[in-house]
């Protein structure tokens, strides 16, 4: 792995480690998945820059210097972490350097499956399908003591669309959240780094979307304030929020 020689001079950045695109179809009207996590973040103190991950195992490719990362948030995807790529590997590996040296982070979805992927976990295909729609999480006990989660309710509603989940959370890891469908909803790592499952940057109209699109399930959509709000939340704990 390497890094790129930035100027020591410079602000540390919360960086969106873009491991996607969501539908074509969305993408006019609303942005990308980067856009919609730079909403969820609200107003910065500090710079937000995009890394594009499927660049990662690239000879060009270059990590930024660890003084210039605030925080990591890491996107959704339609790929598959079981597909075990170069790139997905790439990522996985600068990760665990993140999560070992304390670095905030942030995997969301198919970032979450990475997280759980790259630090010891078991990752892969649901045994009860699909979870789609605007769903209900439940939060452990653990969750109370937790620097994102203890302002939540015990349940609330939150934007699900996955195959995937991870199946065993890596090895320490302290459970946040789970339904009757997932067993794994959230969990969080040392002091620092936290896998949600559910989409906190997603509105009702993203999710509306994906249910569109998808036609499988019946499902719905509908507002999520609770789960939006961990994304605020995040930036003020890697000291980015400027509200």
Sequence with gaps: MTTADFSPERTAALWILK???????????????????????????????????????????????????????ITGSHAMVTDELPWMQACAAWLRAAVDRGVPVLGICFGHQLLGHALGGVVG????????GTVTVEATPAAAADPLWHALPPAFAANAVHYQ???QPPPGAVLLARNAHEGVHAFRMGAACWGVQFHPEFNAQAMQGYIAHLKSAPALAGPTPD???????FAVYAGCSAS
């Design 125 to 132: 295909p649901n045994p009860r399908g699909l979870e789609l």
């Design 227 to 233: 789960a939006a709000s961990l994304l605020a939340r």
């Design 165 to 167: 989940s991870v199946l």
């Design 19 to 73: 491991t996607g695109s969501t539908l074509p179809e969305l993408v006019p009207a609303q942005g990308d998945f980067e856009d919609w996590v730079r909403t969820g973040l609200g107003p910065l103190e500090c710079p937000l820059r995009v890394l594009q991950a499927d660049q990662a195992a690239a000879p060009q490719f270059h990590w930024p210097h660890w003084s210039q990362v605030a925080g990591i948030v």
